[in-house]
């Protein structure tokens, strides 16, 4: 009779334990999946004669109250740049080359993509360049995607799993393409852990270091724990090329939260975290430990019948002891070494093809010339590398940004979302933004060399 409690007793405590397991493991991943009808791509461009001539794009998640029409999402500063720049969608006077010079009116807009040709035009509430935050405002609501909810990131938080959620520009190539690529489904999630909070001592910006990939087109999605909840804003990628270390940073969502106070923006935080789960596995635990406690009990009493009362415990046998290991072996790294003086702080990181993983500083003055000609490139391509030529274009330090040229290259010079530069024509271009000579075989992204 005994013999069958203590069974019925462990296969309920396993019985426990593997539904403890399954809804854990349905409330992580779920909530990662879930978490693509959270976002979408947010485009700056031109229109002019019915023309729609792109900037390039990011990623925006939407805020708002749970199960109502959406109309306010979050993104970075830096994906709607052209767009302020540019008059925030004042009418403005453009010159059409060709035999006879035409000006035409052209206006920036912001176009928020749920697919390939559905989109709903945007405006910018605010926007921080410090925080590099911004927040959108539809000019229409929409049931397309749904609001997220907010957790405020704490220490304790530290080596948790999170997710980053985006459109990253690097998952579209010509060799590798989706049909549409601005749908839900095209939504690419990544997987980490928060690595550390930190403060920007050069900006007092709060920030959460992941080793979750972020790559240009994933600026301004969410970076979210394994309820689904928002912890911070994705922004940019330091890369290491002496280790081939990424190291992945986003804003922390305690700076945007004043931004919807002040502009009376609706949005929810959310619980503790995952409380359901932690009631419930908390639940389960005592219950496991009572039913192990209770089969114990009954197999001791069993032993104690068959067992003489007095046990001699043979000399041999050692004694445990506690562990007293110091913990000595700790590594401490390094510190940084100190900039060099002319040094931009921004690198030419190789993406794909003959330069992938080398990374090239850009200077305070001169330009980084690329091509196969050794004797007047700075970044040299192997000679019979297809699609470069001699010299093929120059990237440059100007007024506190980075500068790409095409030098007049046969198979140009394209930046995101594939627009092909004019010979001799300059753009600036920011971190996270790739380029490539010829073809996608050939890109790079500009990045930064970020302190603290």
């Known amino acids: 009779m005994k013999q069958r409690a203590i069974a019925v007793f462990l296969t309920v405590a396993c019985l426990l334990t593997c539904l403890v397991g399954s809804v854990w493991a349905d409330g992580t991943s779920t909530a990662a999946s879930d978490s693509r009808h959270n976002v979408a791509v947010v485009a700056t461009g031109a229109e002019y004669l019915d023309i729609w001539e792109e900037f390039g794009w990011g990623t925006g998640f939407f805020v708002g109250e749970s199960g109502e029409p959406v109309q306010y999402l979050i993104t970075n500063h830096h994906v709607v740049e052209y767009y302020l720049e540019l008059g925030a969608g004042e009418p403005f006077d453009i010159v059409l080359e060709g035999e006879q010079p035409t000006v035409v009116s052209a206006h920036t807009a912001i176009r928020v993509y749920f697919g390939q040709d559905d989109y709903i035009e945007a405006s910018v509430v605010e ?25 405020s990131p704490t220490e304790d938080m530290v080596g948790d799993t999170v997710y980053t959620v985006g459109y990253p520009s690097i998952a579209e190539t010509e060799y590798v393409s989706s049909i549409s690529a601005r749908s839900e489904t095209d939504v690419t999630i990544s997987k980490g852990v928060i690595s550390r909070l930190l403060t920007s001592s050069g900006t007092g910006v709060s920030q959460i270091q992941t080793d979750a990939n972020i790559f240009g087109g994933n600026s301004g999605g969410p970076l979210i724990d394994e309820s689904g909840a928002v912890l911070g804003v994705n922004t940019h990628t330091v890369f290491n090329s002496s280790n081939n270390e990424r190291v992945h940073y986003a804003i922390n969502i305690d700076e945007l939260l004043p931004m919807l106070k002040s502009n009376g923006v609706p949005y929810e935080m959310a619980g503790g975290r995952n409380l359901l789960i932690v009631w419930i596995a908390s639940g389960a635990v ?162 930064e060399r970020r302190q603290g």
């Open 127 to 151: 926007s921080d360049s410090i925080a590099d935050l911004a927040v959108l405002k539809l000019v229409t609501s929409t049931d397309k995607r749904a609001a997220v909810k907010f957790r």
């Open 286 to 447: 005592v219950v496991i430990g009572i039913v192990i406690a209770v089969a114990v009990l009954l197999v001791k009493r069993k032993g104690a019948a068959q067992t003489p009362a007095q046990v001699v415990v043979p000399a041999s046998v050692p004694v445990e002891q506690k562990s007293t290991v110091a913990p000595s072996d700790r590594t401490i790294a390094p510190p940084p070494p100190a900039p060099v003086s002319s040094d931009s702080g921004f690198r030419i990181q190789g993406v794909a093809g003959a330069l992938e993983g080398k990374r090239f500083r850009i200077d305070k003055t001169g330009q980084v010339v690329l091509g196969r000609d050794p004797q007047r490139c700075g970044v040299v391509f192997p000679a019979d590398t297809p699609g470069v030529s001699g010299r093929h274009c120059a990237v440059w330090f100007e007024d506190g940004g980075v500068f790409l040229k095409d030098l007049g290259s046969t198979h140009g010079t394209f930046v995101t979302p594939g627009s092909r530069l004019a010979s001799e024509q300059a753009i600036r271009i920011r971190p996270g933004e790739v380029f490539w000579l010829g073809s996608q075989a050939q890109s790079f992204v500009i990045a």
